[in-house]
């Protein structure tokens, strides 16, 4: 909001807010205030009451909404409505701190798409994120409840298995791997198949700390990728 330095009130500036735009409408709606022969200048539109009672209306229903989607933005990211990576380094300490507690496993999945970096040099981020969005939404419909997928970096997607070990990891990832396989879209006229690389590490065989569980994984999914993709390995 700025101020008018010529009629000295207020102003909106940039994207209207959904209170602006019914606001507005309603005072587009709003019969002129020109008073008619006979009728007293300050006597206000008929349809005042009305028009008040809309507008709390709207501003309190426009107040409850707008703090929830700032909560959303800050937890979520944007492309594939998964954890961002802040969440997902809040999320795993805890789980890693609650693992050594009660002395249980924890497991981490890394995950990058085969290619996707020269998809986004040749086709551009579009395309990339076509992509991206597939396998998040293949890692929503593979793992459960108690999970925690998330885009950990611009390419790379992550998933936290709490009370999981290094056998169980491999089940989910190995179902995560096999649902990427089946997406299939269209880059530049072409039919694309996705595959990806996909590395665990867990707590406590591979590490303790969520710095070196992350970096074991990701050497794992190197490791995978070196080797052809469309690859689960172990830390």
């Known amino acids: 909001m700025v101020k008018n330095h010529n009629d000295n ?3 909106w500036t940039g994207r209207e807010s959904p209170f602006q735009k019914k606001l507005a409408a309603l005072r587009n709606d709003s019969p002129s205030q020109t008073p008619a022969k006979g ?5 206000p539109p008929l349809r005042a009451p009305e028009t008040a009672a809309v507008l709390r209306e709207t501003l309190l229903s426009y107040q409850q909404v707008r703090p929830e989607e700032l ?6 990211d944007s492309l594939t409505g998964l954890l961002n990576a802040r969440q997902f380094m809040q999320k795993l300490e805890y789980e890693l701190k609650r693992g050594m507690r009660y002395k249980r496993p924890v497991a981490i999945c890394l995950l990058c798409i085969d290619g996707i ?6 086709y551009g981020a579009e395309a990339a994120d076509r992509l991206i969005k597939l396998a998040a939404d293949a890692i929503v419909s593979c793992v459960r409840e108690v999970d925690f997928p998330a885009r950990y970096s611009t390419d790379t997607l992550a998933v936290i298995f709490p009370e999981t070990n290094a056998n169980g990891v491999r089940i989910p990832a190995e179902r995560i791997r096999q649902k990427i396989r089946k997406q299939v879209t269209e880059i530049g006229g072409e039919t694309v198949y996705i595959t990806a690389s996909l ?3 867990t707590f406590p065989a591979h590490g303790r700390e969520s710095n070196e569980l992350i970096i074991k994984a990701q050497i794992a ?14 830390a």
């Open 9 to 11: 009130e207020w102003a």
């Open 221 to 234: 999914v190197d490791t995978g990728a070196q080797c052809g993709g469309d690859a689960v390995t172990l």
């Open 117 to 122: 970096k020269e998809v986004r040099r040749m």
């Open 199 to 201: 590395g665990c590490a």
């Open 39 to 43: 009728q007293s200048p300050y006597q």
């Open 71 to 76: 909560e959303g933005q800050a937890l979520l």
